[in-house]
């Protein structure tokens, strides 16, 4: 059975984190939309999406490696960014997305898995995400 997780857990922990100050936040779409903006909103910071492609709806990769669909528009003078994904197993889309983002100071925040931040670091299995329960 998959751990399921809720908002107010999830922005307890965004609270919790002790990070560096940021220009703007960058989520990785589609699946990091959400938590994407959930940090956004926590902390008080703009929102852009850069849409990767690596993935099919099965969690397989369809893709020899990630591509990107749709670059982030970022704020004029946004240098420190925070790059969020709800999910990063290899690196290979944050990796991408931080090619994408070259010439400005990137940190990473995935919600599970392996990043510079990792919100639900206990957790190595699935999860039922709170918004996938909502839309499901």
């Known amino acids: 059975m998959k751990p399921e997780l809720d908002f107010q857990d999830l922005s307890r922990r965004i609270r919790q984190l002790d990070l560096p100050e940021f220009d703007q936040v960058v989520g990785i779409a ?10 956004a909103f926590h902390l008080g ?3 852009a999406l850069v849409t990767i492609n690596y993935r099919d709806a099965d969690n397989r990769p369809q893709r020899p490696e990630p591509q990107v669909l749709k670059p982030a528009e970022l704020e004029s003078g946004a240098r420190r960014i925070l790059l969020v994904d709800d999910v990063s197993v290899t690196g290979s889309t944050l990796d991408k997305a931080r090619e994408q983002l070259e010439g400005h100071d990137v940190t990473t925040l995935v919600f599970k898995g392996k990043a510079d931040f990792v919100l639900v670091p206990e957790v190595g299995s699935c999860v039922v995400w709170p918004w996938h329960k909502v839309a499901g």
């Open 30 to 39: 589609t699946g990091g939309v959400v938590p994407a903006s959930l940090v």
């Open 45 to 47: 910071l703009p929102l």
